[in-house]
């Protein structure tokens, strides 16, 4: 398969026999000019009749939106934003699900020389306040009347928010409806006075200690994002084999890496379709109706995957030959990764007549369940794991494991095509750098890095640190090769009684790979020896307790069942192979309950909020260290 650019590996500077940075050159140069909201007339002017997006008909099929009627609709829904006195540079937040209108209105917004500022639907009265209020939002588009009466409940505390439209009440037919008057010219106008520096948007994070930080995000940062990645990951973004290139998202668009991906698609011209349900059987009938040929992850998903297959494999009386196929796959996998380096001789002849044999069995449903025309997967949000990676390879789904944050516009680290390293998270992002502080901090450098974090006071983005790096605050390690690996978040460490550094995360996320366990935490702060918090993961807990004939035991007496606590402490003792003896989990506890957003114990991307939890659970944590 042919490549638009050879990539060369990083250039890497070693300080005493340790890698402590390594960059590379950009795939493209920097746009020097235009917006954002320049893309759906582009496309619409260089190839009108190609479909860059689908939208999901009642009867359950997918009818493609042409480059020239997005565009058509982007202008109509940008000048009914002007007609209701929006001006260059105001805010405009977006609180809805992953659907179509959320894109739409990201690019009207756009066009209208507008900033959109993205609200999880699922967030707090409190949350929704502050996000408002801080980014001096002008008006605010919401998804359906539980939102709206929300964001109404709140608008004495915003003087500032002037409209309010809902999605399900018709939003966007009123704004063209207001727009009719207003010639094109108008959004022509206003789309000029934006440029490659001007603010695209204001994304909040997750706030796992205080309240949300807004990052500034220009439009430079989202052309150099998607510009170098859609280079560099080619083999997702152009047509290949049967199918052209197509996704569907169904990760939350108010999150960073599924706005980026969806600014990519339509820049590259990839057809998008939008899933707003998560629940598993709606997400299925949408990816078998759809078909995308890649897709974006976080490792939950591909987790939630292998379970369910080997959940439906143990049901048919065939969990031994599913775990055959796993082992095959994941030794195809590492040995395929270590010929692609150079370091063996790629997968032998019993190894490819394994393979082959378990395809029709085993692999090709597990693709299946991704739709069928999924070849390649985009993961972020945390870790994946090696066994999960060569896994999906072995399958014949080739994994992209990225690293990244919202102040970097997603992606700040990815692995190169044709070149995994399992394990790690990959090279800087061509145009990037990545370095390692003296206390393992990894440092980060590039047009993509953000502009600041907003200041609602003086209406400006202020820097976040000195310099030209930006401290992510996660610790990680660089090798010879370049490539990055994570090992935790500074902040997150633990130090024992012992005196002994734990990083919580490695053991948190091998933990939540397991099929019974829906989250962890891991405890030790000052404490003797390293604990854990589980919750129950409902589908497999449901599940498992079909096929041990306890069906129907309350909540508060299976976290207490022997079969149960010794399933649950294999997930534990192979959490602990990671790790050496003083960083071991000692003990666990099961909670009857999981941990929620709604209980404020999960930010809206799913990080714990462990202050939170050390605070609600704090008995049963003490109990841990009674015995």
């Not at 692995?415 to 145009?431: A, D, E, F, K, S």
């Amino acid at each position: 398969m042919s490549v638009p650019h050879s990539v060369a590996p990083p250039r890497v500077t070693v300080v005493e026999g340790v890698v402590r940075e390594a960059s590379l050159p950009p795939l493209v140069p920097p746009v020097s000019r235009g917006s954002l909201g320049d893309l759906p007339f582009d496309n619409a002017a260089e190839a009108p009749a190609d479909p860059v997006l689908s939208r999901k008909q009642p009867d359950g099929t997918w009818r493609d939106v042409s480059a020239a009627t997005f565009a058509a609709e982007v202008l109509a829904t940008a000048k009914g934003l002007i007609a209701h006195g929006l001006r260059p540079g105001d805010r405009l937040a977006v609180m809805a699900r992953t659907r179509y209108e959320w894109t739409l209105l990201d690019f009207a917004a756009w066009a209208a020389g507008l900033v959109t500022v993205p609200v999880y639907p699922t967030s707090s009265a409190a949350q929704v306040r502050w996000i408002l209020h801080d980014s001096g939002a002008a008006a605010c588009v919401v998804e359906g009347p539980e939102q709206t009466r929300l964001v109404e409940a709140e608008r004495g505390a915003l003087p500032g928010l002037a409209h309010l439209w809902e999605i399900d009440a018709g939003a966007v037919p009123l704004l063209t409806a207001a727009g009719r008057g207003l010639p094109g010219t108008a959004v022509t106008e206003a789309r000029a006075t934006r440029g490659p520096d001007d603010i695209a948007t204001l994304i909040y994070t997750s706030g796992t200690t205080g309240r949300p930080k807004g990052c500034v995000l220009t439009h430079a940062n989202f052309f150099t994002e998607v510009d170098n990645s859609t280079e560099l990951l080619h083999l997702l973004f152009k047509a290949a084999g049967r199918a052209p290139a197509a996704t569907l998202l169904f990760l939350p668009l108010s999150h960073v890496f599924g706005r980026t991906v969806a600014v990519g698609c339509m820049r590259a011209r990839v057809r998008v379709g939008h899933a707003p349900s998560l629940r598993t059987e709606d997400l299925l009938a949408d990816l078998a109706g759809f078909r995308p040929t890649f897709l974006l992850v976080i490792p939950y998903v591909l987790e939630k995957v292998y379970n369910t297959g080997r959940a439906t494999a143990e049901k048919l009386g065939r969990a031994a030959s599913f775990d055959r196929a796993a082992r095959v796959a994941r030794r195809w996998g590492e040995a395929e990764a270590a010929r692609l380096h150079g370091t063996g001789p790629g997968p032998g002849p019993a190894l490819r007549a394994a393979r082959a044999l378990y395809d029709p069995l085993v692999y090709r449903r597990i693709r299946g369940a991704l739709g069928g025309e999924v070849r390649y997967v985009l993961s972020g949000g945390s870790p994946l794991g090696e066994r999960l990676a060569a896994f999906c390879t072995g399958a014949g789904i080739e994994v992209f494991e990225g690293y990244g944050l919202t102040e970097t516009t997603a992606a700040a680290t990815v692995t190169p095509p044709h070149r995994p390293r399992l394990g790690t998270v990959g090279w800087p992002l061509p145009g990037g750098a990545v370095r390692i502080a003296e206390d393992g901090e990894v440092l980060l450098r590039g047009g993509h890095v953000f502009a600041g974090y907003w200041d609602g006071e003086l209406g400006k983005a202020v820097p976040a640190a000195p310099g030209e790096w930006f401290p992510t605050g996660d610790l990680g390690a660089l090798d010879a090769d370049g490539y990055l690996t994570i090992t935790g978040r500074k902040k997150e460490l633990l130090v024992t009684s012992g005196g002994k550094n734990v990083a919580p995360a490695p053991l948190e996320d091998r933990l939540r790979a397991h099929p019974l366990v829906g989250q962890a935490m891991v405890v030790g702060d000052n404490r003797p020896c390293i604990t854990a918090l589980l919750t129950l993961e409902a589908d497999g807990v449901a599940h498992w307790c079909r096929m041990h004939g306890k069906e129907g035991l309350p909540p508060e007496e299976l976290v207490r069942d022997g079969e149960l606590l010794a399933e649950l402490q294999t997930a534990v003792d192979d959490a602990n192979a990671l790790v050496s003896r003083a960083e071991s989990i000692r003990r666990f506890a099961v909670l009857p309950v999981d941990f929620t957003e709604e209980a404020g114990h999960l930010t809206p991307s799913m990080k714990l909020k462990r202050a939170a939890i050390a605070r609600d659970f704090a008995e049963e944590v003490e109990r841990l260290y009674e015995r």
